[in-house]
């Protein structure tokens, strides 16, 4: 069941700025990702934050989680017009059996030179 | 860069007829899934296999068929295909016990 929602759904910036899109799940997780979707192409991972982080860098990207509010965030620094794409959240259950991720509807994300 | 394969990446066909989306990986996953997802819609589950011989349904009602007889293959079987499976199916696979999973690079279908 699709439990991760990201906002905003769409986001245009400027190169140089900084975007931050956001993800609210749920139910108790074990893990939450992002990937990244460029238009009509696969996902690709991007990072994972696990249920006892509260935050994490990879490069131009940060994330953090808030389990008590069952939100995250990922905030990509001095974005490039190749940034433009979807990013979806993806939550990991808690629960061991029948793991699989459940996918939010994505922000698009539009970077402008 | 992940290796995992689908075939074909874009393909046309009439109302009725019988496909197969083909996907292959080459990293030895046990854990494959497919995928379903409209245009800037989100992804949904329609089935994932655990290993060879193991196949399940996704969150997502499907009218499609999988298999799974060889770890490297999870191909995916519309027996008379209609307008309403128009979409893109993404088949991805995971390490067991892994937490990321690596995607293909789609298969876009229209039925016509």
């Known amino acids: 069941s699709q439990q991760g929602e990201e906002d905003p759904q769409a986001l245009s910036i400027q190169e140089g700025e900084n975007a931050t899109m956001n993800c609210s799940y749920k139910?108790?997780?074990?893990?939450l990702q992002w990937y990244r979707q460029n238009s009509g192409r696969g996902l690709v991972h991007l990072i994972l934050i696990r249920s006892n982080e509260r935050e994490k860098h990879s490069g131009r990207l940060r994330v953090t989680l808030d389990t008590s509010k069952k939100s995250s965030s990922l905030l990509i620094t001095a974005s490039r017009a190749a940034d433009t794409a979807s990013y979806f959240c993806?939550?990991?259950?808690?629960?061991?059996?029948?793991?699989?991720?459940?996918f939010g509807k994505g922000t698009s994300l539009l970077v402008t030179p | 860069e992940a290796d995992i394969y689908q075939t074909p990446r874009y393909l046309v066909i009439g109302t009725g007829k019988k496909i197969t989306l083909e996907c292959s990986q080459t990293?030895?996953?046990?854990?494959m899934y497919w995928y379903q997802q409209d245009p800037g819609m989100e992804l949904h589950l329609i089935h994932y296999?655990?290993?060879?011989?193991?196949?399940e349904k996704g969150d997502l009602s499907s009218e499609s068929t999988v298999s799974r007889i060889r770890t490297e293959h999870f191909p995916l079987t519309l027996e008379s295909a209609r307008p309403s499976h128009t979409s893109q199916y993404l088949c991805?696979?995971?390490?067991?016990?892994?937490?990321?999973?690596?995607f293909g690079e789609g298969s876009w279908l229209t039925v016509v």
């Open positions: 990293m030895g996953h046990d854990k």
């Open positions: 993806a939550t990991g259950p808690a629960s061991n059996s029948g793991y699989a991720l459940n």
């Open positions: 139910t108790s997780i074990n893990n």
């Open positions: 296999s655990y290993g060879v011989n193991s196949t």
């Open positions: 991805a696979s995971s390490v067991q016990g892994g937490y990321t999973i690596y």
